[in-house]
């Protein structure tokens, strides 16, 4: 559930706003607080599954995340469709990394990497069904419906785990010893961690948000971003004193541990980025519907789903670190053919292709990645170890999406004045037009329709209503700054995309330098 519900609410976000009539801030926020209570509670779910069972808490976070999921498709406003989301991540931040701690536990070291790349394969799957299914239900009924999705699979999971999954926690397990890590797991819950991790991230996040409007010389921005390090910074000195602390620090003294967190926070950042600004191109300049947009991602989950299993295999036999080199540099590749100058909405001819290679180098990464963080601390503490993987996992996407925004705006801003000074369109005319101005969710509120141009604002009609040209030379025009709209759209995803590659081929070369392999060929 919590992967479908990761990929499938970006396309329904322009029918959202529609029919809330929700701010652009709002609707920012509605991704954006699913992935901040998920990025920073999720440390906290996988202490509490160490601590009372990781079966239990799997459950119970279920249990939580359907509840939600049933106040998401019953919100009256924007402002209970984001408490409700809210909501959802903290029962993903307990049911995520439970999921994968009994993996770890329950499974050999032999074992361990292939049945991993199985659980990355259902995630994928799931993920590849989400936007699809997702986006028929929005165009078919609405919104609300793929909230309601989450229910009946949550029945099913609830009666799968009662059956066959042990209730396993830190006392039932021996510890693998591992130098300066072999440690019990925290006794109790570092709520004050927890709280000062998730005001931090929101400060920064907002403060990241708005400063694509206002610019990092507005005082507020600054303000924001600067609370929100001091805070984050807090939070690291709060968990060095504390006696049970949610993040344990010496958990980094594992090079391994370290290394695969700053590949999973370079990869995922680009990901998360750029699967967030795809469908919202899709159905803003190309005129996708919702269905379309969801099928569009289908490459890169189905290339994960149908080959992670072997993948998992290829850890035990190569060793983490070559894989872990070559994934992302196969993924900054797929980034980087999205930017491609000949990608202007052709799917079979240009993204379909990026997205595959994409999906190919995600296909490589996940298993060895995922493996590694979890061998490289005792077994007793695999949960703990998870949580912070799935922290930082989230965190880069929730970053993501705030600073890429900032690239995103302003490179469709600047795209789209060149090609208007072209066309000698006053400045007056051409303000609706500026996603800096309109943001994000507003731009994209006509979903599957041709995009929107400056020629459809008020003061654009005003100044052509002073003018003397024939209807056929107005209609030219028209389509002239709708055009310049639909490619500034297009470069401002390409600049996405180059930054998401420059970020995942950082990762491959900080797993060269860092990962050391526990297994040769």
């Not at 001091?230 to 980094?252: I, N, Q, R």
């Not at 003294?253 to 590949?263: C, D, I, P, Q």
Request: include cysteine; glycine fraction near 10%.
């Amino acid at each position: 559930m919590a992967f479908i519900d990761s990929s499938v609410v970006n396309v329904a976000l322009p029918s959202i706003q529609t029919e809330l009539g929700a701010s652009v801030a709002a609707i920012q926020w509605v991704v954006n607080a699913y992935l901040l209570f998920l990025g920073a509670l999720v440390l906290v779910g996988g202490s509490l599954g160490d601590t009372l069972g990781r079966r239990t808490v799997f459950i119970a976070g279920i249990g939580v995340f359907t509840l939600a999921s049933i106040a998401c498709g019953l919100a009256p406003d924007a402002r209970a469709l984001i408490a409700a989301r809210a909501v959802q991540g903290i029962g993903a931040a307990l049911l995520v990394p439970s999921s994968l701690a009994i993996i770890g536990a329950v499974f050999d070291d032999k074992e361990r990497g292939r049945a991993i790349g199985t659980w990355a394969g259902v995630g994928a799957i799931t993920s590849a069904l989400g936007p699809v299914a997702g986006g028929w239900l929005v165009d078919a009924f609405s919104w609300r419906a793929i909230f309601f999705l989450n229910v009946p699979v949550a029945c099913a999971t609830i009666a799968l785990a009662i059956v066959s999954v042990p209730d396993n926690r830190r006392k039932d397990e021996p510890s693998r010893p591992v130098a300066a890590l072999n440690q019990p797991a925290p006794s109790r819950l570092d709520w004050r961690g927890a709280v000062t991790a998730t005001a931090g991230l929101a400060a920064l996040t907002y403060g990241l948000t708005i400063a694509a409007a206002l610019g990092f010389g507005d005082h507020r921005v600054q303000a924001l971003i600067l609370a929100g390090m001091l805070v984050l910074a807090g939070f690291v000195a709060l968990e060095a004193k504390s006696p049970d602390p949610m993040m344990p620090l010496d958990v980094f003294r594992s090079r391994n541990f370290t290394g695969a967190n700053l590949v999973t926070l370079l990869l995922y950042f680009g990901l998360g980025g750029a699967l967030f600004f795809l469908p919202f191109t899709l159905i803003r300049a190309y005129g996708y519907s919702a269905t379309q947009a969801g099928a569009a991602l289908l490459p890169v989950p189905v290339t994960i789903g149908v080959l992670s299993r072997f993948t998992g295999g290829l850890t035990s036999r190569y060793g983490a670190r070559l894989l872990l080199g070559v994934g992302p540099a196969i993924a900054a590749l797929g980034f980087a053919m999205l930017a491609l100058p000949w990608v202007r909405g052709e799917y079979w001819r240009g993204y379909f292709p990026a997205l595959v290679v994409l999906g190919l180098g995600m296909t490589i990464t996940v298993a060895p990645l995922t493996t590694t963080v979890m061998t490289s601390v005792p077994a007793a503490r695999t949960g703990v170890a998870s949580g912070i993987n799935n922290a930082v996992a989230r965190v880069a996407s929730l970053l993501a999406i705030a600073v890429l925004g900032i690239v995103y705006v302003w490179s469709h801003d600047a795209a789209l004045d060149a090609r208007l000074d072209a066309l000698h369109v006053p400045d007056a005319a051409r303000q609706t037009g500026r996603l800096a101005q309109t943001g994000l969710a507003q731009a994209g509120s006509d979903a599957g329709a041709a995009p929107s141009g400056v020629a459809r604002s008020p003061s654009h009609a005003e100044v052509n209503a002073g003018m003397t040209e024939t209807r056929t030379e107005t209609r030219t025009k028209t389509g002239a700054q709708t055009q310049a709209q639909t490619e500034a759209l297009g470069a401002a995803l390409r600049a996405v995309a180059l930054v998401s590659a420059a970020c995942a081929l950082a990762g491959g070369l900080l797993a060269a330098l860092t990962i050391r392999s526990q297994h040769g060929p």
